[in-house]
């Protein structure tokens, strides 16, 4: 495999949300605003009157962005203020990874190359699984077993009580990609340049699609196709029984921005600046929105509108029909973060340190 300096950086927020995962993506921020801690926080308010979590089972999906069209959106409500620490996990490094949670425990990963399961109520650690190299693919977790990406160049499979492997993929390349489930397939990309479909209960390859570039953005299901970034620039649609490309359409740099899809239209972000609007049918653009940064934030799509973050240091919020612009909140420093959104608040990261619960 492959040895690569990979260029992206990212800051991880566990927001405590009434649904089984919440993320944000990767990408390289300048080293002035680069992390420094490895600590993972997380903070509490409100009783448990106010933040009911449903329960969940082995038979519900954790993953990146909510679930495999990456819409972002969870049910509600999501807590209202955060002051309070409950507690902290130290890792051996930087934390990139988004955090997946089922069944009261938290699974992400760590530059220290391991994945931890903590549980989520006292912080303690289950158990942690040591790959080769840095884990900053963030988990997806579907019945009894934890699925992530490593720079070691696989994608693993583990048991999510004991922590043992139970398969594993070799890609010729790192996978910062996070992991896509549906239909009993995992999607995932790698910086081989290739989208990958694998069995989910025997990792067995089903098809592997080429693109022009390095593949760290993470991809889309919906619609019997799916959507993922490169770094060739475009943002690709393949069949998901075929492994065929349906389409591709072309920005003017890397798409490391997940995209997200809505009522047959593919949201994503460019290095370009811009955020575009896709018909997922034909990709054809329906609009596109330029900002004053890099878009590496993957966006949420919820009531008519798209929020996304910007390295400009702005969250915006643009009518999903037109492109126009409803609001933006400025923040002091780059929103490489992914908002999501629960019960009418939107929830973000940025640069300059905060987390913020926007109206």
């Known amino acids: 495999m492959k040895k690569r300096i990979f260029p992206i950086l990212a800051i991880v927020y566990i927001l405590v949300l009434s649904s089984p995962a919440c993320s944000l993506e990767s990408q390289s921020p300048s080293p002035d605003i680069a992390p420094t801690t490895t600590m993972i926080t997380l903070t509490h308010t409100p009783t448990l009157e106010e933040v009911v979590i449903p329960a969940t089972s082995s038979s519900d999906i954790a993953m990146f962005r ?103 993929f070799e890609s010729d390349d790192a996978v910062s990609s996070s992991p896509a489930i549906s239909d009993g397939v995992v999607y995932f990309g790698s910086w081989d340049r290739y989208l990958y479909a694998l069995d989910i209960n025997t990792g067995q390859e089903k098809w592997k699609f080429e693109t022009g570039g390095e593949v760290g953005s993470s991809p889309t299901v919906s619609d019997g196709v799916v959507c993922i970034g490169s770094g060739d620039g475009y943002l690709y649609a393949v069949d998901i029984d075929t492994g065929q490309e349906k389409w591709k359409f072309k920005t003017n740099d890397w798409v490391e921005s997940s995209p997200a899809v809505s009522d047959g239209v593919v949201y994503f972000g460019s290095s370009d600046g811009y955020l575009y609007a896709v018909d997922i049918n034909n990709g054809q653009e329906k609009w596109k929105f330029h900002t004053g940064g890099f878009v590496g934030s993957s966006p949420v799509v919820s009531d008519g509108v798209v929020y996304f973050g910007s390295v400009d240091g702005y969250l915006y919020a643009l009518d999903i029909n037109t492109g126009q612009e409803q609001w933006r909140f400025k923040t002091d420093g780059g929103v490489y973060s992914s908002p999501v959104v629960s019960d009418g608040v939107v929830y973000f990261g940025s640069f300059d340190g905060n987390l913020y619960a926007l109206k």
């Open 66 to 168: 909510a679930n495999p069209a990456h819409t972002g959106v969870y049910a509600g409500p999501g807590p209202k203020q955060f002051n309070e620490l409950v507690w902290k996990f130290k890792t051996d490094d930087r934390v990139y990874s988004s955090p997946a949670m089922s069944d009261g425990v938290v699974y992400f990963g760590s530059k220290d190359g391991n994945l931890y399961a903590l549980d989520i109520n006292t912080g303690q650690e289950k158990w942690k699984f040591k790959t080769d190299s840095q884990v900053w693919s963030s988990p997806a977790v579907l019945g009894g077993a934890v699925y992530f990406g490593s720079w070691d160049g696989y994608l693993y499979a583990l048991d999510i009580n004991t922590g043992r492997e139970k398969w594993k």
